[in-house]
């Protein structure tokens, strides 16, 4: 219970989607496992469901899932991911990064599926996430498990251009046409593309020196505040110790 209050305490946006996701899926359950079914088609994205005028399906869809694979799949890889953009971007930037990838990966995929097809999962939106991450951190270096199963090691870029190619690919090459390949590589290429104009050039990654030296200046600013009181800090100090604390527990 401790480790999910600092996890909204330091992402409350991502811990809200997953929260979304998982809520809307336990409707889902418990109302079409029963006798009063609902009808997902009032939520799900369509052609025919954009032409007569059911807009919000633009975003319901998104909090929609087939299945418990599917929802874990996007919930986890949030999880993971998300925190890290949502620090990097702020909170504001990185709300609207997942509405719009899911967006826009949503309408590439009804723009090539018959009327009648309909879509719903946060993937599109969850890729676009991934693509930001690997925008910023090109040159991090990665473990994703191949397959959901074998470890590989890898650079961020890389990783993000796998999500492309292969979502490309398997679009062109109807592979698994149920699902949305199409979503994934619109979000991804709208994750990419709004951190690039949001982050002109890419983050520093942190080294091991940088590490070193945050936390000596934090053991210090708390050995003032131990022998000195907090009232020893100036303004600007006690700020930064704010900082350097948050930063801490983030890591954490």
């Given at each position: 219970m401790n480790d999910l209050r600092d996890k909204f305490r330091t992402a409350p946006v991502t811990v809200s989607l997953a929260a979304a996701c998982v809520v809307a899926y336990s409707l889902e359950v418990l109302f079409l496992g029963g006798e009063r079914g609902i009808d997902l088609s009032g939520w799900a994205l369509s052609r025919r469901a954009l032409s007569e005028g059911r807009w919000w399906t633009l975003l319901t869809h998104l909090f929609?899932?087939?299945?418990?694979?599917?929802?874990?799949?996007?919930?986890?890889?949030?999880?993971?991911?998300?925190?890290?953009?949502?620090?990097?971007?702020?909170?504001?930037?990185?709300?609207?990064?997942?509405?719009?990838?899911?967006?826009?990966?949503?309408?590439?995929?009804t723009a090539f599926a018959s009327p009648s097809a309909e879509l719903i999962g946060a993937?599109?939106?969850?890729?676009?996430?991934?693509?930001?991450?690997?925008?910023?951190?090109?040159?991090?270096?990665?473990?994703?498990?191949?397959?959901?199963?074998?470890?590989?090691?890898?650079k961020a870029k890389t990783l993000g251009r796998s999500i492309v190619v292969v979502s490309l690919l398997c679009a062109v090459l109807r592979i698994f046409p149920q699902v949305g390949h199409l979503a994934h590589l619109g979000g991804a290429l709208a994750g990419a593309l709004l951190t690039w104009w949001w982050l002109p050039t890419a983050p520093r990654v942190r080294r091991p020196a940088d590490e070193a030296g945050r936390t000596a200046q934090t053991d210090e600013l708390l050995s003032r505040v131990v022998e000195e009181g907090i009232e020893s800090l100036s303004r600007e100090e006690r700020r930064q110790l704010e900082l350097l604390g948050r930063e801490q527990r983030r890591r954490w």
């Open positions: 929609l899932h087939a299945n418990l694979l599917h929802l874990s799949v996007n919930v986890l890889g949030l999880w993971f991911i998300g925190p890290e953009v949502e620090n990097l971007l702020g909170r504001v930037k990185y709300l609207l990064l997942y509405l719009f990838s899911g967006v826009a990966g949503g309408l590439l995929q993937s599109g939106a969850v890729c676009g996430v991934m693509l930001s991450f690997t925008t910023a951190y090109p040159e991090m270096p990665l473990r994703a498990l191949l397959f959901f199963v074998l470890p590989v090691s890898m």
